[in-house]
């Protein structure tokens, strides 16, 4: 029987870590605790809920299940799992979330050294999903290449970013904006929710379990346990890095007041702290970052749709590192017009069915009470992104009275009625009442 030792333990910690570490993942924390300003240590504590919490719940609710989202989606009945699964795959691999990571890693990393243009763009997108196709091809190699090779690399570079975000700040903590002072904690809370790194743990999920069985692990109890391990390790690192990039945002405001996004925070924080040079180690944390976020997201939808379609993975690796490459010269901005609207629709559902897969045992027929929820839930996502995409006239005038709907999150209460209902329902109809494991 084949056991991790720590080192294999450290590797595999790290590699979750890189498959969560995005651009956005650097990018908000900055412009959050620039907007915080003296609130910034509330604002912070929300963000890590949402931007630690929530990615690490999804990842130990697929480990206990055994499975990807297929077996998380089981109890909704076979054609609806799929759909939605399917959803999900799509929008945070080839459609939207795999191409932004390249077109942001060229704007961040890569257009101060070249200038925007689309055959620059082109040239950088070639080259980076020739790296990407390099390291997705093999995903049992993905614990050593990433996990023991790109991973240290990228960390030095944040250690070196952080360290002087605390012990060297532009300046002293600014002022906060109004949001902020009204509610510190739930703006934070929201801004971590808008990560959107509960979806990235849908799939990286069977990419963190698929590695560790590559490595000979076989006994599922162990494969559940080593998941929950490196997601701990992940998310401790995640904190670290989140923490520091909202000091940075709220001690810049005298050399980044102006700016309108969390890249540009960055770049001035770097220029003054270690002058032209130092835009070489912002493009090696981006570039690093999204490389590594795009592996995992390319990986997981191979071995998604490879199954599903029951088609070579190598195939459906290099359609999707085509198709992806091909999007990503559409531009930033017309792929988050695009996307936005969609990952906000999705959110809300990859949000409660992770909490109802967590809660399992609590009822006697998984399917009384996942199908009702998660139909209300729904509803409430296609509602939030039609909002999104700018089609408010088309949603009735009800929905933004609803509680909280102010903030983004209408559908909490709806959806926990329902729950309570269908809970309701399922313990009067029969059936044995399952007891934890």
Same mark, same amino acid.
């Given at each position: 029987m084949t056991r991790f030792k720590g080192s294999d333990l450290l590797a595999l910690g790290f590699?979750?870590?890189?498959?969560?570490?995005?651009?956005?993942n650097i990018i908000f924390?900055?412009?959050a605790g620039m907007a915080a300003g003296e609130y910034v240590w509330k604002a912070a504590l929300g963000f890590l809920l949402t931007g630690v919490g929530l990615p690490l719940l999804t990842v130990v609710a697929l480990a206990r299940v055994g499975g990807g989202m297929p077996a998380l989606t089981a109890p909704l009945g076979k054609w609806a799992g799929t759909l939605l699964a399917v959803a999900v795959y799509l929008?945070?691999?080839?459609?939207?979330?795999?191409?932004?990571? @390249?077109?942001?890693?060229?704007?961040? !990393?890569?257009?101060?050294?070249? /200038?925007?243009?689309?055959? &620059?763009?082109?040239?950088? =997108?070639?080259?980076y999903f020739g790296v990407?196709?390099?390291?997705s091809l093999k995903p049992g190699q993905l614990l050593d290449r990433v996990g023991k090779v790109i991973t240290p690399v990228l960390l030095i570079a944040l250690i070196l970013l952080g360290v002087a975000a605390v012990f060297a700040p532009a300046g002293p903590v600014g002022g906060s904006?109004?949001?902020?002072?009204a509610q510190p904690l739930m703006?934070?809370?929201?801004?971590?929710?808008?990560?959107?790194?509960?979806?990235?743990?849908?799939?990286?999920?069977?990419?963190?379990?698929?590695?560790?069985?590559?490595?000979?692990?076989?006994?599922?109890?162990?494969?559940?346990?080593?998941?929950?391990?490196a997601v701990i390790i992940a998310g401790t690192g995640l904190a670290l890095v989140y923490l520091s990039l909202f000091y940075l945002? @709220?001690?810049?405001?005298?050399?980044? !007041?102006?700016?309108?996004?969390? /890249?540009?925070?960055?770049? &001035?924080?770097?220029?003054? =702290?270690?002058?032209?040079p130092g835009l070489l180690l912002l493009a090696a944390v981006i570039i690093l970052a999204c490389l590594t976020t795009g592996v995992g997201l390319i990986t997981a939808c191979g071995e998604f749709f490879s199954e599903l379609l029951q088609v070579s993975y190598a195939k459906v690796v290099w359609v999707f590192v085509l198709f992806s490459l091909l999007v990503s010269n559409q531009g930033l901005n017309e792929l988050i017009r695009v996307s936005v609207p969609v990952l906000v629709g999705l959110y809300p559902l990859a949000i409660v069915l992770v909490g109802l897969a967590l809660a399992d045992r609590l009822w006697r027929s998984s399917a009384r009470v996942f199908r009702p929820v998660m139909g209300v839930t729904l509803l409430f996502g296609i509602v939030d992104g039609l909002v999104a995409a700018g089609f408010d006239a088309l949603v009735p005038g009800v929905f933004s009275q609803l509680p909280w709907a102010e903030l983004g999150i209408g559908w909490?209460?709806?959806?926990?009625?329902?729950?309570?209902?269908?809970?309701?329902v399922d313990r009067m109809l029969p059936g044995p009442l399952r007891t934890p494991a």
């Open positions: 590699m979750t870590f890189a498959l969560f570490l995005g651009a956005g924390p900055a412009s929008a945070i691999g080839p459609l939207f979330a795999t191409p932004r990571t @390249a077109v942001v890693s060229f704007e961040i !990393g890569v257009v101060p050294f070249t /200038g925007d243009s689309a055959l &620059a763009l082109f040239a950088y =997108t070639c080259v990407v196709l390099f390291l904006v109004e949001a902020y002072q703006k934070g809370f929201l801004e971590g929710y808008l990560t959107m790194d509960a979806l990235g743990a849908l799939v990286f999920g069977v990419v963190i379990a698929t590695a560790i069985r590559d490595r000979g692990v076989t006994m599922p109890n162990l494969v559940t346990r080593y998941s929950i391990i945002g @709220a001690t810049s405001q005298a050399i980044a !007041g102006q700016a309108s996004n969390g /890249g540009q925070i960055l770049t &001035a924080y770097v220029q003054q =702290t270690f002058g032209n909490v209460v709806p959806v926990l009625i329902t729950l309570l209902v269908a809970v309701a």
